[in-house]
């Protein structure tokens, strides 16, 4: 059975920092796509970003160049790194991988608040 086990997040004051890691584990295929998707209230799930297992990155155009996203392959983990945040960063974080079977999970969330 496949678990995503995120830790991380928080309270922080706008301009402040904050790290988010995501941990894999369950599956017999290889992890090809891992990411984070944000919700924030009365709001869909929207893309924050996504790296390829070659390390190909995609981000959000509202997170360029404050969030920085990497993994480990051989741990099979990913962290979000999110600087200069702000209070429309304000959501629950969502930790998403991909298996090269075709299968994506999702981890339980974990809140982070921006305050102004």
């Known amino acids: 059975q496949v678990q995503l086990v995120e830790s991380g997040g928080g309270l922080v004051q706008a301009g402040g920092s904050l790290r988010l890691s995501c941990a894999a584990s369950?599956?017999?295929?290889?992890?090809?796509?891992m990411g984070w998707y944000r919700q924030a209230p009365r709001n869909q799930r929207e893309l924050v970003t996504t790296?390829?297992?070659?390390?190909?990155?995609n981000y959000a155009d509202s997170v360029k160049g404050r969030f920085t996203i990497s993994r480990d392959n051989a741990k099979h983990t990913v962290t979000l790194q999110m600087n200069s945040l702000k209070p429309e960063d304000t959501a629950v974080y969502y930790c998403?991988?991909?298996?090269?079977?075709?299968?994506?999970?999702w981890g339980q969330g974990t809140q982070v608040t921006v305050s102004s």
């Open positions: 998403l991988a991909r298996y090269w079977g075709g299968s994506s999970y």
């Open positions: 369950g599956s017999t295929f290889p992890l090809n796509v």
């Open positions: 790296i390829t297992r070659a390390g190909d990155t």
